[in-house]
């Protein structure tokens, strides 16, 4: 017998994102970003017919949203626009499982490209997209401001789908 506290945590669920996930997707993207996206422009960008995007959530009935990707589609490409997990549940899969179906749901879209920008020094952002078969195209310099008043350069990755 499992006892529910003390057992591992639901496999989580995935499907398409929602505007409706926009306020929790909002506190998730404040955990993980020094500028955070309000409510508001999470549910504009998902309003957007050129958005897609997916959520992961607890697997069970009205399980809280424990992460989400959004990336915009032009033509046969598409960049992500933001990726994240709330604190809470990193490093459990939940991203690798999100990206998994993302590219998924992208390439069902027609999108045969990807880019993404990401900070050098986020290592584990850097993983994660490494072991998703992205590779670097491009460097931005001082493309990031940091919250101690420093700049970070981001690093251009792409990958065909
Ligand atoms: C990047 C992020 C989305 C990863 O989400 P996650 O759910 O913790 O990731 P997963 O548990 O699925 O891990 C997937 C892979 O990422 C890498 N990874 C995750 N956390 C890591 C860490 N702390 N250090 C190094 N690599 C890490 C590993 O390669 C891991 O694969 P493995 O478990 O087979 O080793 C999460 O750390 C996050 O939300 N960060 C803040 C927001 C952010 O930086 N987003 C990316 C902006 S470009």
């Known amino acids: 017998m499992r006892l529910p ?4 945590p639901p496999a989580p669920a995935f ?8 306020a929790a997707a ?3 993207h404040a955990e993980g970003f020094a500028a955070p996206w309000a409510s508001v422009e999470i549910e504009r960008l998902a309003n957007d017919d050129a958005v897609i995007g997916d959520t992961a959530r607890e697997g069970k009935p009205g399980g809280r949203v424990l992460g989400f990707v959004l990336s915009r589609k032009a033509a046969d490409e598409a960049e992500i626009l933001t990726i994240a ?5 990193r490093g459990r899969g939940i991203g690798k499982g999100l990206l998994s179906r993302h590219l998924a749901r992208l ?3 027609g999108v045969r490209t990807l880019f993404l920008e990401v900070e ?4 584990a952002a850097r993983a994660l997209y490494a072991q998703a078969g992205f590779e670097q195209v491009g460097r931005r310099t001082a493309y990031y ?4 008043g420093s700049r970070a350069d981001a690093l251009v990755l792409k990958r065909p789908l």
């Not at 499907?15 to 926009?22: I, K, L």
């Open 26 to 28: 909002s506190a998730i």
């Open 107 to 109: 390439a069902a879209a």
């Open 85 to 89: 997990t709330a604190r809470a549940a």
């Open 5 to 8: 506290f003390f057992g591992s």
């Open 145 to 148: 401001a940091k919250p101690d």
């Open 15 to 22: 499907s398409p994102f929602r505007s409706s996930d926009a």
């Open 120 to 123: 050098e020094t986020n290592a």
